[in-house]
């Protein structure tokens, strides 16, 4: 069976699309971009599309590649100081002379609609987060709205970065799940996922989950995105996979659908500012 | 076989010691404590004599158990402004009247040598931490200094808290172990135990762990801490699991060595106090 992400994303911006309407302002969200990447600019106007559908004012502000760290930051400060701008990204990857960490970090907690700042991952890890970054938080959306229950489950978390992985895992925790992580390092990955209920796939490995690997019924969200000759593939076989299990499909599961969770983040920011106005 | 937590504690504070002896000032623990809870001032007193052996200074700032969140976050942001106290806790649990989350973040991160700060929780996860909270940072100690390898192996934590099993796990991951985390919404734990090379107990539930439970040869830090008739008990059935694991006592293996972490972190704290004179 597959679980149509795109489907559950349209009917996500339809319902924000009438919480925004009801703001006693319009939200805006800032994209900062180095240079001209192609790529970036494709994800970008992507976000600026379902930016429009739901009513989000969008500015992209586009800078040199050459553009010093000491300037971004200031560029940054000065959009933390702007009342009018309720949401910012700054879209990676970054140029080599720039510090990535460090950029992040000078954006303010309570504008950071990636969730990448420190002390956003820090509300994640308690469990009090309001910004949780748009990937892990869609992974979570995605099996509520497709009714896939996560407490007392065991689910095995394939990949362990930063932005999937580790975020995911302690968000499946603070569900009730009982979670693995697996990577590269790991023996006998098949030992974990015949025993999972769910099994999420972010290792960027084609291919790497295969029928033999997992018990029937189980469901698989893949967040994995490789091209090759111009095709994408997710983490799973999944041809062989779909006729036993609850799977997403890629592309068309997580991918392009996690810019409505940057919405819906957008949205709860422009929530924090108007609140903080009436403190 | 039985791993001697307290022989390595000794160890590291004999080699903290002589690391404090070089540096230019002495560094300053400062502990601030609301009210007179018995159990909160034993442990504080094991603090101040660890203190004492590493030649960090101690301070002991005691509130009266009505002092308002206000006046105790004044105190936090004047002890902030101090040069001359590089760590600061606050003694937990606190009175019922005190946010606890709100009085944990007044903390500067750069003095939080419990680690508990969101900040500093959010380095934690990026594994850019330096300020690692104490019991986690001592269970990766103790597996390192006892030669016990985390890179590739299988380690079941049992119990998901925000100040052990969630920290722990992502440390764990950091360190190339594929991680499972189980807790009292786990079904069958038998299941991961029975494949896990490590297994970190820190559930407080006595006797949890079985011998059935577990592969011979097995590495059992026992985080676990529950007095019965006056007796503390971990949560591993020891005298059954010693003769064929690898494994803490308790106590002896966890609870009190963690306060050598505390006087690691401080001289932490102090090292970067000290370098940030000279920026």
Redesign the interface.
Known sequence: MIIDGKYVANNILSKLQKEIEKLSIKPKLCVILMGENPTSLSYIKQKERSAKVVGIDFELRQLSINTTEKDLIHLIHSINNDSTIHGLIVQLPLPAHINT?AIIEAINPKKDVDGF???????L????ANLISCTPKWVIKLLQESHVPI??K?IVVIG?S?IVG??L??LL?NE?G??????K???DIE??TK?ADIVILAAGCPWLLKKNMVRPGVTIIDVGFTVIDGKIHGDADFEALEPFSSITPVPGGVGPMTVAMLMENTYIATTIYLSSLSE
Chains 1, 2 share one sequence.
Do not use: A, R
């Not at 700042?117 to 509300?123: A, D, H, L, W």
């Not at 890890?125 to 009090?128: E, P």
């Not at 009982?178 to 990577?183: D, E, I, W």
């Open positions: 960490h700042t420190s002390e956003n991952i820090g509300k890890f308690l469990g009090t407490y007392g065991h362990k930063n580790k975020p895992s302690l925790m009730g009982t979670v693995t992580v697996c990577h390092d790991t023996q030992v974990f025993h």
